[in-house]
């Protein structure tokens, strides 16, 4: 899962995040006849791997005027527009209701919700828009359906900081989501953001949400850890504590990281030089297989100075024998 996709996840596993998000992006006549109190998450994602290159989901299911329907949040990967977008859409919701159905639950109308946070604009329009010169007799034919597309950077940071979504911390979630691709900005309305946050990141809750918000910054920019801890600091002792350890864990899992890396590369090394001497020697590919211990298929891919990344776990030769 990418970093991107993780922070997405986590910050819309908070059932209270999505009822926010429902009732400020919902059009009127949605939104006022939904029973908030029914919203709940699923744990079943319906994207495919195919799909999985363009987007991730969170899915929930409510009440809406007495009808059963679910909610599909997804968020577009690529940070520029795509024009197969209502295609993709598309198999994401027959694969919704292929599951529905595998699993011997009713087929629910779905609301897709798409939230895109590149800087360039888009308006991806429907299905029956990606056909050219489409005739009236035609158009009855094609599965056009209607949803509901975010794009975050048709918002200023100031409209999201006062006006957009009551939740402070669904606030600083959209303004890094936002911001995430320009780095430069993003570092330095750290302390702006999280201003926000003063209060909640004295109580449980609104540090487990810091933490996601550190992780999301130390994996997917080249920020330094240090400027966000002192941005977190200025504003709570407390939010600046929990910051400082969390940075150090971080610290930690990158180390130990980055001397797996090193031991994968120095082992990978290793192996390539073994098969590729052993078939010099005129051992057959079979052999060597065995003698590494990896399958033929990666042998072979060795032998064709292809790009193969060994797992760690493969390369332990003397328990494996």
Known sequence: MGHHDLF??????????????????????????????????????????????????????????????????LLEHKSHPDNNLPFQLHRYMANLWKNSAKQKQPRMPVIPIVLYHGADKWNPGLLSSRFKNLPDAVRPFVPDFEYIFVNLSAYSNEFIKEHFFTLASLRIAMLIMKNIFDQKLLAQNLGNFFELGRSIFQEAQGLNFLESVINYLYRATEIEINTVVESIAAITIKGGEFAMSTAERLRQEGRQEGM??????????????????????????????????????????????EKVEIPLHLLDLENNH
């Open 8 to 73: 997405f996840k986590q910050t819309f596993s908070i059932r209270e995040h999505a009822v926010d998000y429902l009732q400020h992006i919902l059009p009127p006549e949605l939104r006022e006849g939904i029973d908030y109190a029914t919203v709940t998450i699923e744990k079943d994602s319906h994207v495919d791997t195919k799909l999985a290159e363009y987007f991730s989901d969170t899915v929930y299911s409510c009440r809406f005027s007495g009808t059963d329907l679910k909610i599909a949040l």
């Open 260 to 305: 797996q890396k090193g031991m994968q590369k120095a082992s990978n090394k290793m192996i390539f030089s073994l098969v590729k001497n052993a078939k010099k020697q005129g051992f057959p590919v079979e052999t060597i297989a065995k003698i590494v211990n990896l399958d033929i298929t990666l042998v072979k891919k060795i032998l064709n100075n």
